[in-house]
T-cell receptor, first 114, second 118 residues
Framework: AQTVTQSQPEMSVQEAETVTLSCTYDTSESDYYLFWYKQPPSRQMILVIRQEAYKQQNATENRFSVNFQKAAKSFSLKISDSQLGDAAMYFCAYGVLIMNDMRFGAGTRLTVKP | NAGVTQTPKFRVLKTGQSMTLLCAQDMNHEYMYWYRQDPGMGLRLIHYSVGEGTTAKGEVPDGYNVSRLKKQNFLLGLESAAPSQTSVYFC?????????????????FGPGTRLTVL
């Protein structure tokens, strides 16, 4: 079965600095998708960024970017110029096209210090 | 557009009671999903549906049943609630976007339902 591992239960970053959250996954599929979701205290799951496995180029969304290493099965999230509003739980997730086997990591709690 | 809504937001049950959680989406999405989130864990897929009238089991289906009688609604039922079913339940819906470069499927989540079983 596919598994997703986030080895950092908690991370802390100073406002305006850069932080990287780690994620590794295990799969025998060649075509899949990887996601980073943000969950603030409101509990709402918010999609931060998506990466298609068939794309070699790393996805970016404004201050958020990923380092996708397909051979190493690694998918890290970099947050640049961290803001207080970035404080949340971050979940790494894996899925195939119809998401019928979606797997989430245990999450990393990010604290942003002013 | 309301997006994905869940009813109720909170519920407390006694062991053995039954209840139904309702998920509704107004985006005409084909796919719908039910997840549970437990402390220290990410979301785990309970059941999903790829279209009206169809349902299938996910990673943790035991103790739950689902129905998708209408495209916009996906119901999650607990026939005999157990304390192990205390959790936050999330519904999601998604649409398969087919592009020239490939396809992708983006899930939209509801706000969650906190269920406590005593």
């Amino acid at each position: 079965a596919q598994t997703v591992t986030q080895s950092q239960p908690e991370m802390s970053v100073q406002e305006a600095e850069t932080v990287t959250l780690s994620c590794t996954y295990d799969t025998s599929e060649s075509d899949y998708y990887l996601f980073w979701y943000k969950q603030p205290p409101s509990r709402q799951m918010i999609l931060v960024i998506r990466q298609e496995a068939y794309k070699q180029q790393n996805a970016t969304e404004n201050r958020f970017s990923v380092n996708f290493q397909k051979a190493a099965k690694s998918f890290s999230l970099k947050i640049s110029d961290s803001q207080l509003g970035d404080a949340a739980m971050y979940f790494c997730a894996y899925g195939v096209l119809i998401m019928n086997d979606m797997r989430f990591g245990a999450g990393t709690r990010l604290t942003v210090k002013p | 557009n309301a997006g994905v809504t869940q009813t109720p937001k909170f519920r407390v049950l006694k062991t053995g009671q039954s209840m139904t959680l309702l998920c509704a989406q107004d985006m005409n999405h084909e796919y719908m999903y039910w997840y549970r989130q437990d402390p220290g864990m990410g979301l785990r897929l309970i059941h999903y549906s790829v279209g009206e009238g169809t349902t299938a089991k996910g990673e943790v289906p035991d103790g739950y049943n689902v129905s998708r009688l209408k495209k916009q609604n996906f119901l999650l039922g607990l026939e005999s609630a157990a304390p192990s079913q205390t959790s936050v339940y999330f519904c999601a819906s998604s649409y398969l976007y087919r592009l020239q470069a490939g396809s992708y499927n983006e899930q939209f989540f509801g706000p969650g339902t906190r269920l406590t079983v005593l």
